[in-house]
């Protein structure tokens, strides 16, 4: 390069910040070195060993350097590795890599670049000689079974076979502290005050446990102290129904009515049968017999137990016709669900008889009052309840005509047996042609009065006018009223007659 092009290109380089220039070209930054991956160490496993012939568990690989590429194998074949955090790693162990003594290699990888592999052992020990402590049930009744029967302790293995006096059963694993057999009826046919249980597990290893002893008694009769439910409503779905009571062995049938039923043996106080829904399907009793049968042998059959079958609940959903004159009878027809011979119906504080057609449908006779009302629907007893309410209406009786009070052609009023056609009015017989109403006050404004004034007048000899009033009022039914009159202490007013009208309320 020439002088004059290193003064320039100096003092350019110089300018720029101290910029790599050169006249003859330039060089590039080489790019960063890839990031290494840690090298995994173990601290520590656990569990650190394991009985052979036990069954799968977790284990757990606490350490450093952990990474979600890191892979995890055992005796050299891969496992699925659970990353927690860069300090654990989790793999499942299965039963069948404890099938025999011996040790186990645990290995971690870190895949290149960097990276690398820990190691440590796994002890696989020969299985100890197991430990019993309980076993439930510890009595047996005489000529029950099969019965369940669990046995708690250590050192269980899954080649642990359980030995009733002597004589191995079929064992089922749970875990390392549980195994369950099912003793056959066989083993129960006589009683037997005590019989040894225990526990064997085969070598490598193992041996033979400790014993506890069970008892086959000669139950006595089986009896019932409760039913849950006690109670059940006819036309419902199946249900469970537990027995209480003594006695009770494994193969117990529950009877409904004397028919047995799939029952399960809880204890020897406790039974549970399934009740089928055509059990309890209407028309039926109002009770069922329950009896408890141990197997044969058998003392016998328990006393029974009734379990109350309700009637129940109906349900309405029409009326027809849901109105009514007050008083007269009338047939209703009345539709839901639930109905049941017998069954009556309410309306107000009233009860009425009806004819049943089927389980939806009802006819009643009723006689209605005046004014709205809630009618129902209750089976006979024993009965769950009455019904939902549906609203009838009561109107007042009266034929809707124009109605007046009559006098004779001298202008005396005659007698006038009738009522308002809405029930307000009724006239009564005066001498004169002064006569007068009496307002019932049905429907009346406030402050409306049940009174009249009655001037009598007999024989030309005209009396003082006497203030009467009434006393009772108008019927239940809107038919009648009752009054006072100057001779007679009171009088019926029934139902309305033609052509007859009334004077206004204010006369």
């Known amino acids: ?21 050169s006249c003859g070209g330039g060089s590039t930054t080489p790019p960063p070195p890839p990031t290494q991956n840690p090298a995994p160490a173990i601290q520590s496993i656990s569990p650190t060993s394991a009985a052979a012939g036990t069954g799968g568990f977790t284990l757990t690989i606490t350490g450093s350097g952990f990474l979600s590429s890191s892979t995890v194998s055992w005796n050299g074949a891969a496992r699925q590795a659970a990353l927690g955090g860069s300090s654990q790693l989790t793999i499942a162990v299965a039963s069948a890599d404890l099938n025999a003594s011996g040790t186990a290699s645990i290995t971690v990888t870190n895949p290149a ?40 302790g250590t050192n269980f293995v899954m080649s642990s076979m359980v030995l009733w006096n002597g004589s191995n059963l079929a064992t089922t694993y749970i875990s ?7 003793v056959p009826a066989s083993n129960l046919t006589s009683p037997v005050a005590s019989l040894p249980i225990t526990v064997s597990t085969p070598s490598p290893g193992g041996g033979t446990s400790n014993s506890v002893s069970v008892a086959v008694v000669n139950t006595g009769l089986p009896t019932i102290s409760s039913l849950n439910p006690s109670q059940a409503v006819l036309g419902g779905p199946a249900f469970t129904l537990t027995v209480n009571g ?22 020897t106080t406790q039974l549970t049968a ?45 009326v027809s016709p849901n109105t009514a004159i007050a008083g007269p009878p009338i047939s209703v027809a009345i539709s839901g669900t639930g109905f049941v011979s017998g069954a009556t119906v309410q309306l107000g504080n009233l009860s009425f008889p009806t004819t049943f057609a ?4 009802l006819s009643v006779q009723i006689s209605a009052s005046v004014g709205l009302a809630d009618l129902r629907v209750t089976n006979p007893a024993p009965s769950a309840g009455p019904s939902n309410a549906a609203i009838f209406t009561g109107s007042a009786a009266g034929p809707g005509i124009q109605l007046f009070v009559p006098t004779d052609s001298s202008g005396i009023v005659v007698e006038a047996l009738a009522l308002s056609s809405t029930g307000e009015y009724v006239p009564y017989v ?3 042609s002064d006569g007068y109403i009496l307002d019932t006050c049905l429907g009346g404004p406030s402050g409306c009065s049940q009174m009249s004034t009655l001037f009598v007048h007999i024989g030309g000899n005209l009396f003082s006018p006497v203030a009467t009033a009434n006393t009772t009022g108008i019927s239940t039914t809107g ?29």
């Open 479 to 507: 038919r009648y009223v009752t009054y006072a009159s100057y001779y007679q202490a009171s009088r019926l007013r029934h139902p309305p007659v033609a052509n007859l009208n009334f004077w206004p309320r204010n006369v």
């Open 358 to 361: 089927s389980s939806t449908s």
């Open 113 to 152: 670049p960097g990276g690398g592999q820990t190691s440590t052992d796994f002890t696989i020990s020969p299985p100890a000689a197991p430990l019993l402590t309980s076993v439930s049930p510890n009595t047996f009744g005489s000529g029950s079974g099969p019965i369940p029967l669990t046995l708690t």
């Open 274 to 318: 399934s009740i089928l829904a055509s059990d309890i399907a209407l028309p039926s009793p109002n009770s069922a017999s329950i009896t408890v049968e141990n197997p044969v042998p058998s003392p016998g059959i328990s006393s029974p137990v009734s379990l109350i079958l309700e009637n129940p609940v109906p349900q309405i959903t029409s």
């Open 246 to 267: 003594t006695n009770f062995v494994g193969g117990a049938e529950v009877n409904w009515n004397s028919i047995a039923r799939v029952t399960q043996f809880v204890s």
């Open 1 to 21: 390069m020439n002088p004059p092009c290193r003064f320039v290109l100096s003092a350019a380089c110089i300018v720029a910040g101290g910029l790599l220039c």
């Open 430 to 432: 005066a001498q004169t």
């Open 176 to 182: 390392n502290t549980q195994l369950m057999v099912s």
